[in-house]
């Protein structure tokens, strides 16, 4: 079981207070989403812009990092002013690191900054060694194809919120074979015992993700 964005719905989102909560519950995977600040800091944000999760706003690739870490990033779920910020990549891996805690990191669009996103979380995970449990997951392909090239020993997964002309299941294995992509995380909402099977004859380890946190009963079904 992997703790989607630390908790986020028992502590505020991709904090480093959720990722502790989640450690706390037992949970020894975390899922969080990396994007950069304008002087390339690998921070923790889902949205396109600051507005939802913080009392900032616009977009992080404007502020550089000591602008962004004076932001109150626990202000939206607690509805009173913290202290609590958004923390860097960094901090989250020492975090994860000490505790021996599995990362599974998403990489989000950046609004045109997907590559120097990508270049700032392979060269941290270089100095790292990559001495912490982890994968890589996305929506969009071209962001898995081009950290691949630069941490080629690191596993990989595919998200699939539907299936479509433009993503169909053969394009999905046809693209798992050609890069060696490990995982294949697929919407609850479409997951059924047929295409489970499918999948796992292709020999893909299967995730499943949903909007909001899934129940022990679903968890252990599914």
């Known amino acids: 079981m992997i703790g989607h964005r ?3 719905d028992l502590a505020p989102e ?4 959720s990722i502790k909560k989640a450690f ?3 949970l020894r995977w975390v899922e969080v989403d990396v994007k950069i600040s304008q002087d390339n800091i ?3 944000l889902h949205d396109d812009t600051l507005d939802r999760t913080t009392n900032g706003s616009g977009t992080p690739t404007n502020f550089n990092y000591s602008k962004l870490k004076k932001l109150d990033a626990g202000k939206f779920f607690y509805r009173t002013s913290t202290d609590i910020n958004i923390p860097t990549l960094d901090s989250v891996i020492l975090f994860c690191k000490e505790k021996n805690i599995g990362l599974n990191i998403e990489l989000k669009p950046n609004n045109g900054f997907e590559k120097k996103n990508i270049l700032a979380i392979a060269n941290l995970f ?3 060694n990559f001495d912490i449990p982890h994968y890589f997951s996305s929506f969009d392909f071209m962001s898995i194809i081009e950290l691949k ?3 080629p020993k690191s596993s990989y997964g595919i998200l699939i919120d539907n299936f479509d002309k433009k993503i169909t ?3 999905l294995f046809f693209f798992c074979r050609k890069y060696t992509i490990n995982y294949c995380g697929i919407n609850k909402n479409i997951l059924n015992q047929e295409l489970v099977s499918k999948i796992k004859n292709n020999n893909l380890v299967i995730t499943a993700f949903s909007d909001k946190n899934f129940n022990l009963k679903e968890a252990e079904t599914l």
């Not at 991709?14 to 207070?17: I, M, P, Q, R, S």
């Open 6 to 8: 630390g908790v986020k």
């Open 14 to 17: 991709n904090t480093l207070v």
């Open 24 to 26: 706390e519950l037992g």
């Open 42 to 44: 690998p921070i923790l």
């Open 126 to 128: 270089k100095n790292y």
């Open 149 to 151: 090239k630069l941490l």
């Open 169 to 171: 299941l053969e394009k």
